[in-house]
Each structure stands twice: as C-alpha cells, then as structure tokens.
C-alpha cells in the first residue's frame, strides 16, 4: 500500500510532457531578460486601441466575478457569424476549449484522429485526458491528407477528428470543398473540430462559410489576429446540444472579466483587424523573398508565421538554439515530415530586419560547423 495519496490510475499513466517551453523559460535559461519574440504565432501589432482602453476602465473593478455566461461578448459574436447566443461557449482561449472537448466527448481509450505533427497542445489535452490518439502523415509540406484522414476514420472509427485549418505549424491551408468533404464523409457519430484559429490571415482561399452543423464545433480565439493571447479568450461554435452539455461542466468563472470586456470592444474595431492582416501578408510575403534571396525554402502560408526550411531535425534544432542564443526566440515543428524547418512568427518590420541579422549569422555558424 502506498504511503502518500496517488492521483488516478489514468492520470499517472500519462507521460510528462509539456507541449511547449514558453519564451520566459527559455530566456531565463540563456540568461536573457527578454527574447525577440518571433516564435508562439502571438501577434506583434498588439491589440486594438479600443481594446486597451476598454480594458484599461474596467481593471479596477477585477473584484468582481466576470459575467459567467459571456453575454455581452456571446451575443456580438452570435451577431458577426450568424447564429444563436445558444450557439456559443466561450472559455479561456481555444487550449482550454480543447480540454473541454476532450472532456466532454472522450471517454478513457476512446480513440481520436488527427494530422500527424499538428497543434500540439490538442494532442496534450487527448493524452492528458486518457483518450487514444491516432495520427494520418500529412504531405511532404505538412499539409493536411484529407483523403488519408477519411480512410483512417473509418478504419478507427474515431470520436473526434480534429482539424486545424489553416494548420499549425505547417500554415497550410485546405480549401472549403475538401473541409467539407472531410466532415461530411465521418462515421455519423463521429465529432468535427475544425479550428480556425488563423481563419483572419487566409487571403488566397476560401473558409468553410458560417453555419452551424450538428456534427462540427468550431474554434475561434482572440489570441492571433486580435493580439490578444494574453486575455485568453477563445470561443467554440456548435450545435444548442453540444452548448448545453458544455454549460453542465465547464469552469463557469474560468473567463477573466477584463479579457471578455476586451474582447468585446476588439470585435468592434474590425479596421484594426484588417490592418493587421495586411501587415501579416506584407510580412509574410517579406519572409519568402528573404528565404528566396538567400536560398533557403519556405512552406507557403496562410498564417501569421512562415516556416524555413533548415535541413534535418538535428540541423533545425541546432538553428533554434543558435537563435535563442542570439536571443531570438522561434519554434520548429515536431514531427516529419516537416521537422527540419523552423517556424518563424511575422514580426514587425524592426524584428523582422533583425531576424534576417541573425538567421543569416546562424546559419553561417552552422554551415562552418558542418563543413
Ligand atoms: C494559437 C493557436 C490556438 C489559440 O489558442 P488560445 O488558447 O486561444 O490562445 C488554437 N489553435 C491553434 C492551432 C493555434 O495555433
């Protein structure tokens, strides 16, 4: 018999994993007080003005509770993609709504599909909540296999297929017609997540349209083209059904009450939102021709981030490190086929000059190495 309490059987079968080292560990371990941060897709053109300053008046009332239900937020939301208040859940950013999914839908062992070396803090939350994961190989540029993933699915006959699209890291994006092959080709009790966390920066595509679908729930979240990641607010799109199971057992008062309040006044500046996305392309654009100029691949992306291709894993992490030295702070995908790239956040004009600095340093350093 053991002597001290034990967490659940489940629980300890889990490895410890931690689905990314954030950047103020890693500047404390090259012993930095700030990185240049070009490398968890946040967004280096901040939050609207209207956002700030609606946040900024309500600080002092962070005594009291937020509204539980969202309502202000939910009902502007259900406004902008056409449906229901009953709708909408919102939770603290689209990582928690993900749990909440796995929660919700999942039971121990129950088997799940995703895109080999996508979103990794999906893949965390199906392990960490005893599920089964299962994963099709994406193309040689990391994107997605839809014809792949359909198989697979009916193979494993999974409970929840997961889509992020565009995807993370690869910034590849699928096309409506084949998303909604996708979804409409599942086993019939099989759970559609398509999260569209990127769905601001797709600018030569087209997203599924809005609508709800009683098989689908789709993600949204104030952390990318918002440049609000540190408000945590995220939102799901769903079924009443799926809304109502959610309402049982979510954290009721889990939504900070400055970061809805902000969110709010951000979905009204949508100027601002299509002022960043325009930055965005014109980074993004900038990105590519300096991988061109100096002869080192990049993925085509519908993002906020480019990834360059370095050589093997091996070489791609040793850029990441030389980086970090430098203290530029980025991240490279995990998985094949794509792990011999590094991903690199669009940055503001300054931080993207000084990434050209740098990279160009570093692989100089590596090349020497090499040869
Ligand atoms: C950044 C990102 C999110 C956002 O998560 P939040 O918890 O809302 O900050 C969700 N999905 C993907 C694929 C992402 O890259």
């Known amino acids: 018999m053991s002597l001290h309490p034990q967490p659940a059987a489940a629980i300890r079968a889990v490895p410890a994993t931690t689905p990314f080292v954030a950047p103020e560990e890693l500047a404390r ?10 490398g968890a897709n946040e967004s280096a053109f901040g939050p609207s003005p209207a956002a700030i300053a609606a946040m900024q008046a309500a600080v002092p009332l962070v005594s009291l509770y937020g509204d539980p239900e969202s309502l202000d937020l939910r009902t502007a939301l259900a406004a902008r993609h056409g449906c229901k208040i009953e709708n909408i859940v919102v939770g603290s950013g689209v990582d928690e709504l993900l749990g909440l999914i796995c929660r919700t839908y999942g039971a121990l062992g ?8 996508s979103y990794a803090t999906f893949a965390f939350q199906v392990v960490g909540h005893g599920l089964e994961l299962h994963t099709v190989p994406p193309f040689a540029d990391g994107a997605v296999d839809v014809e792949a993933m359909l198989a697979r699915a009916h193979e494993i006959q999974p409970k929840i297929v997961y889509l992020a ?22 086993p019939a009790d099989t759970l559609f997540v398509l999260d569209e966390a990127y769905s601001h920066f797709v600018t030569s595509g087209t997203l599924v ?12 979240t104030f952390s990318k083209a918002y440049g609000m990641a540190g408000a945590r607010i ?25 970061g809805q309040i902000g ?22 654009d900038e990105y590519h021709a300096f991988g061109a100029r100096i002869g080192v691949r990049t993925l085509p992306s519908q993002t906020n981030f480019v990834c360059f291709e370095i050589g093997t894993r091996q070489a791609a992490e040793a850029m990441m490190h030389a980086l970090l030295e430098r203290g530029v702070f980025v991240r490279k995908p995990g998985e094949p086929p794509i792990n011999g790239y590094i991903r690199v956040t669009v940055g503001t004009p300054e931080e993207r000059a000084l990434f050209y600095e740098h990279f160009t340093a570093a692989l100089d350093g590596l090349r020497e190495r090499v040869s």
């Open 29 to 38: 371990r090259v012993g930095r007080t700030s990185l240049i941060r070009i």
């Open 110 to 117: 129950d088997p799940v599909l995703m895109s080999h070396g």
């Open 165 to 186: 699209n565009p995807d993370n890291p690869s910034g590849s994006f699928i096309e409506r017609d084949a998303v909604e092959r996708l979804r409409d080709g599942l």
């Open 209 to 220: 349209p809005d609508g709800i679908d009683e098989r689908t729930i789709r993600l949204h």
């Open 263 to 284: 969110a709010l006044a951000a979905l009204e500046d949508q100027s601002f939102v299509r002022n960043v996305v325009a930055e965005v392309a014109r980074g993004r």
């Open 234 to 258: 995220g939102y799901a799109l769903a079924s009443r059904e799926a809304i109502a199971t959610f309402q049982k057992i979510r954290n009721h008062f889990g939504v900070n009450r400055t």
